[in-house]
């Protein structure tokens, strides 16, 4: 089913990402970790649908959305960034593989962030960020979302590694399986990992040489 939604309000909360808050339809339901197919309800946009996560609470009145923009791409994610209150979306039902199922590892890369940030806002909500960690990979610090954020929310267990810049307060390099190794703590838990398809593969690779069952590895469905 599709409902067309009215933005509220869009901010820059990176150089790169991009929030959108907008209306929620009556009765509309999601899981946190969940996602939606959202088009621009604009002329020659409304077929091109891309999937978003949602990075609200099913207890808020309102939806939002995360996203990183490419300009270079020219295409659906830049129009976003010209947005305005007002112009409208269009969303379909929520669909997604990514929820919580108990504590555990949550491994995000870049973009990949999004679907745990809707499960980390529901945990704080419900006191229950106890025995979770946050292994989260990026080029450079700035691309770091939600920083402080996260860092009020885990502390200690909020882990960060850089692939482009020499940080003293962070690792550097990929999440590679001495990383996972050093910085997962208990790998009896679950793992969640989101990010680039490579990524996923690699770290799931990772994780069941370091004994690591596929029961235990909750991701999207690729």
């Given at each position: 089913?599709?409902?067309?939604?009215?933005?509220?309000?869009?901010?820059?909360?990176?150089?790169?990402?991009?929030?959108?808050?907008?209306?929620?339809?009556?009765?509309?339901?999601?899981?946190?970790?969940?996602?939606?197919?959202?088009?621009?309800?604009?002329?020659?946009?409304?077929?091109?649908?891309?999937?978003?996560?949602?990075?609200?609470?099913?207890?808020?009145?309102?939806?939002?959305?995360?996203?990183?923009?490419?300009?270079?791409?020219?295409?659906?994610?830049?129009?976003?960034?010209?947005?305005?209150?007002?112009?409208?979306?269009?969303?379909?039902?929520?669909?997604g593989a990514i929820s919580?199922?108990?504590?555990?590892?949550?491994?995000?890369?870049?973009?990949?962030?999004?679907?745990?940030?809707?499960?980390?806002?529901?945990?704080?909500?419900?006191?229950?960020?106890?025995?979770?960690?946050?292994?989260?990979?990026?080029?450079?610090?700035?691309?770091i979302v939600l920083d402080?954020?996260?860092?009020?929310?885990?502390?200690?267990?909020?882990?960060?590694?850089?692939?482009?810049?020499?940080?003293?307060?962070?690792?550097?390099?990929?999440?590679?399986?001495?990383?996972?190794?050093?910085?997962?703590?208990?790998?009896?838990?679950?793992?969640?990992?989101?990010?680039?398809?490579?990524?996923?593969?690699?770290?799931?690779?990772?994780?069941?040489?370091?004994?690591?069952?596929?029961?235990q590895i909750i991701t999207?469905?690729?």
């Amino acid at each position: 089913m599709e409902y067309t939604v009215n933005i509220q309000e869009t901010g820059f909360i990176t150089h790169d990402v991009l929030q959108i808050k907008t209306d929620r339809p009556a009765n509309f339901d999601f899981t946190p970790g969940q996602a939606t197919e959202v088009a621009l309800n604009k002329e020659g946009y409304k077929s091109k649908k891309r999937p978003f996560t949602f990075t609200s609470l099913p207890s808020d009145g309102f939806l939002q959305f995360t996203i990183k923009i490419y300009p270079e791409h020219n295409g659906v994610t830049d129009k976003l960034q010209t947005l305005e209150a007002g112009d409208e979306l269009i969303i379909s039902d929520a669909w997604g593989a990514i929820s919580y199922k108990g504590p555990g590892t949550f491994i995000a890369g870049g973009a990949g962030i999004t679907p745990f940030i809707s499960i980390f806002k529901d945990l704080a909500a419900q006191n229950q960020l106890e025995e979770n960690r946050l292994l989260f990979a990026n080029k450079r610090e700035r691309d770091i979302v939600l920083d402080s954020q996260f860092n009020q929310w885990l502390g200690a267990d909020f882990i960060n590694i850089l692939s482009e810049e020499h940080n003293p307060k962070h690792a550097h390099g990929r999440i590679d399986q001495s990383f996972i190794k050093e910085n997962a703590g208990d790998l009896d838990k679950n793992f969640y990992v989101c990010g680039p398809v490579p990524m996923i593969n690699s770290v799931k690779e990772n994780l069941q040489a370091l004994g690591v069952t596929n029961k235990q590895i909750i991701t999207e469905d690729l």
